[in-house]
């Protein structure tokens, strides 16, 4: 595909997933969070469902667990500009319940077809349940964060979802060690 052809798609693909009306969710949505950042990026964040900020403002990860994430990518020297993050819903479940599997069946495409335009080198699930979504069913994330696979010609990990460090803040030593592993990856691919 020649530049002005990924481009093109990703118009259509953002103005197609901007009218979406596939699920329930279309109707109590503010805005629908496609997802910013680079869409050259190499490192691809992937969270579960925009929260209250979110659909206010139709930009992932801006509330607070959207704070916290920045200051680990901070501390590792990742700009966030330079990287891609979307999340596996791009409309807010009301009362930020988890997606239900029929709502993540009907949006992964959009979430498919923005991977294979911006064809990052590794994708980062943040949190269970695009872990559980993108890795594997059976992820467990106690046990799993920070492990990279190869899956389909990605390298993909999942790490804790910022919401469950701010619930547990036993959780950020292991976050901090797992941004770091991230950060190395990318700069091995970036060679
Ligand atoms: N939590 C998510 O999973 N995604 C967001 O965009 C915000 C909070």
Redesign the pocket.
């Known amino acids: 595909m020649t530049k002005t052809e990924v481009e093109q798609k990703w118009e259509e693909l953002e103005h197609k997933c901007k009218s979406c009306t596939k699920c329930p969710l279309s109707e109590t949505r503010t805005n629908v969070?496609f997802g910013s950042g680079s869409r050259k990026a190499k490192l691809m964040f992937v969270?579960?469902?925009?929260?209250e900020?979110?659909d206010l403002s139709g930009i992932?990860?801006?509330?607070a667990?959207?704070k916290l994430l920045d200051k680990y990518l901070y501390a590792v020297d990742i700009d966030r500009n330079d990287v891609f993050?979307a999340?596996m819903l791009k409309c807010r479940p009301p009362k930020n319940r988890d997606p239900k599997e029929e709502e993540q069946d009907l949006c992964i495409e959009y979430l498919r077809e923005q991977v294979r335009l911006i064809r990052p080198k590794i994708i980062v699930c943040?949190?269970r349940i695009a872990a559980k979504r993108l890795i594997k069913e059976d992820f467990m994330i106690t046990k799993e964060h920070g492990i990279f696979f190869e899956k389909n010609g990605f390298t993909i990990c999942a790490v804790y979802?910022?919401?469950a460090l701010l619930r547990d803040p036993r959780k950020k030593e292991d976050m901090l060690v797992d941004m770091q592993k991230i950060k190395k990856k990318l700069d091995e691919v970036e060679k």
């Open positions: 969070v969270g579960e469902a925009p929260g900020k979110e992932p990860f801006v509330g667990a959207g993050i999340n943040l949190g979802h910022p919401s």
